[in-house]
């Protein structure tokens, strides 16, 4: 019953989708004619950038051009952008703020979502592969010297989970001589070893990987974003999570190195979104439908060192 | 280069473990792929068709798919040992289906009458194969088994996608604190083709020893 009602719901925004912008969709729809859900209410809102914001000669006049914005992205990570099997949407955080910058710069919100890997993200953007990356990407100084970041448009943190019943670990501390999950390429590696130096790290490629690590004992603890960790567990009961986050991850949307005007034009639109309530929504309509509570203050840009 | 040469100490153990899964898969696959061949070349028919049963298995699985399998999937049965055993035991069993295919085109390259002549020596199948037959056909396959070695020295760097720190794994982890794929990953793969060169090496002198004129 859950289900007809909601293909019907899904059918019944569809049809509002359609009507409203049609060509939403990325191209890569599982079900031809399928549109988005909940995210269309968002875009139709979302606003355009003027056309004198379109510089001649910029990466924005490009991607205008090419009617089409290539975001590397995520097709796997939970509330954040992750593909939905029945629409072939790709839905989330992190993927609405794409289809809403697409809006801004193209008119229309036409993304083209590059699956990246974490360790091929600077080489996406440094050789033009796709024009931005949002994908809980860390702003670190580091990766700065890189890419060029705009925002940070998020704020997050690492947190630990632990099955459930599990005793002895109440802060990062306690780590230290324990086997502990992290997934590869995440900062919760370097975190891990600066809080916890005698803690052994195993590294799996996914978080669902690294959720059925745990559960089979191949650590004792998780260490991952905590906005992942709250959809987990809240799909699955068997763990638990320790307490709140102890690093401070802010999110930045990954430009190509040196790109200024580029940054620039982002980050005016995250002041934007930020200030006509869009960024609270889109917080409302993924993360915060786990988190409890109003959407948080959207971080202030260019605060954090490499932004 | 700096971002390489900063992290040479996490570069070396990682390259430790893919020698060491290198070394041990490599023993591990050529004792199964030796058992399948003389399975495959048995006059006894069950066994030549659980031989090919294997080959057809492992050679038509991806490796990715047997890692994820036996590391996630075993422990639901009750089976879990630790990760690097995991890794070693699957790369050994795979790429024994590719070793055993090569052996048996050597054994098909021995011509009937030597086994023929072993038979009536009084020779058994068992001394045939072993005195005859195998030594025999390993000289005309060492080229192909060098290739099957390299091969699955770059296999073994899918044990990272499973938790291993292998070489991979290590280079994954520096990048990740220094955000240099480019030098990064032309060091490791540097340190893989200078393995695989070795190999080349190796089997290319080994060849030009052994080789049968015929």
């Known amino acids: 019953m859950v289900s007809l009602k909601r293909m019907a719901a899904v059918a019944a925004v569809s049809l509002v ?36 914001d379109i510089l001649p000669g910029s990466t924005m006049e490009k991607i205008k051009k090419r009617g089409e914005l290539i975001v590397g992205g995520s097709l796997d990570a939970p509330l954040l952008s992750q593909q939905n099997p029945v629409t072939g949407e790709i839905e989330g955080f992190d993927a609405d703020m794409g289809k809403a910058l697409a809006k801004y710069i193209i008119g229309e919100p036409k993304v083209k979502i590059v ?65 502990v999950i992290a997934g590869a390429n995440t900062p919760a590696i370097p975190a891990i070893k600066k809080l916890a130096p005698q803690a052994e790290i195993v590294t799996f490629g996914s978080d669902p990987e690294c959720m059925q690590a745990l559960k089979q004992d191949r650590g004792v603890a998780y260490v991952q974003d905590e906005t992942l960790l709250i959809a987990n567990a809240q799909k699955d009961p068997s ?30 639109w995250l002041v ?7 960024w609270q929504k889109t917080w409302k309509n993924s993360l915060g439908t786990v988190v409890q509570g109003e959407a948080p203050t959207p971080p202030q840009i260019g605060s954090v060192p490499g932004s | ?35 399948i061949t003389a399975m495959r070349v048995s006059p006894v028919g069950v066994l030549r068709g659980i031989g090919t049963a294997y080959v057809e298995t492992f050679q038509n699985l991806p490796l990715l798919v047997l890692l994820v399998l036996a590391v996630f999937g075993l422990p639901e049965i009750g089976i879990k040992a630790s990760l690097l055993v995991t890794a070693v035991v699957v790369i050994a069993l795979y790429e024994a289906a590719y070793i055993a295919e090569a052996l048996r085109s050597g054994v098909n390259s021995i011509a009937v009458g030597q086994g023929e ?59 990740l604190m220094e955000a240099q794929p480019i030098p990064i990953f032309v060091g490791a793969g540097l340190a893989y083709a200078l393995i695989a060169a070795c190999v080349g090496l190796v089997t290319g002198r080994l060849e030009r020893r052994l080789v049968m004129v015929r």
């Open chain 1, 17 to 52: 989708g359609l009507s409203a912008c049609a060509g939403t969709d990325s191209g890569s729809s599982a079900v031809p004619g399928a549109a988005t859900s909940g995210g269309n209410d968002l875009l139709a809102g979302a606003p355009v950038a003027a056309a004198t």
């Open chain 1, 115 to 179: 699956n990246a890997a974490s360790e091929t993200r600077e080489a996406l953007l440094s050789n033009g592969t796709v024009d931005v990356v949002l994908q809980t990407y860390t702003i670190t100084p580091e990766r700065a010297e890189q890419v060029a970041f705009a925002g940070p448009y998020y704020s997050s943190g690492l947190t630990i989970a632990v099955k459930k019943g599990a005793t002895g670990i109440t802060k990062p501390e306690d780590l230290n001589g324990k086997t």
């Open chain 1, 239 to 268: 763990i638990q999570i320790i307490g709140s986050p102890f690093t401070s991850d802010p999110y930045g949307i990954g430009l190509k190195h040196g790109d200024e005007q580029f940054k620039k034009f982002v980050n005016d």
């Open chain 1, 272 to 278: 934007k979104i930020q200030g006509d309530g869009l």
């Open chain 2, 1 to 35: 280069m700096s971002a390489f040469l900063d992290h040479l100490p996490e570069f070396w153990e990682g390259l430790i473990v893919t020698l060491q899964l290198i070394a041990a898969s490599f023993a591990g696959a050529v004792v199964v792929g030796f058992v």
């Open chain 2, 117 to 175: 002549a072993a038979r009536a020596l009084g020779l058994t199948f068992g001394q045939s194969l072993r005195h005859v037959v195998l030594p025999q056909a390993l000289r005309t396959v060492i080229q192909p088994m060098g290739n099957i070695f390299i091969a699955l020295t770059m296999n073994t760097a899918l044990a990272g996608a499973v938790g291993v720190v292998d070489l991979t794994a290590a280079a994954n982890r520096v990048n």
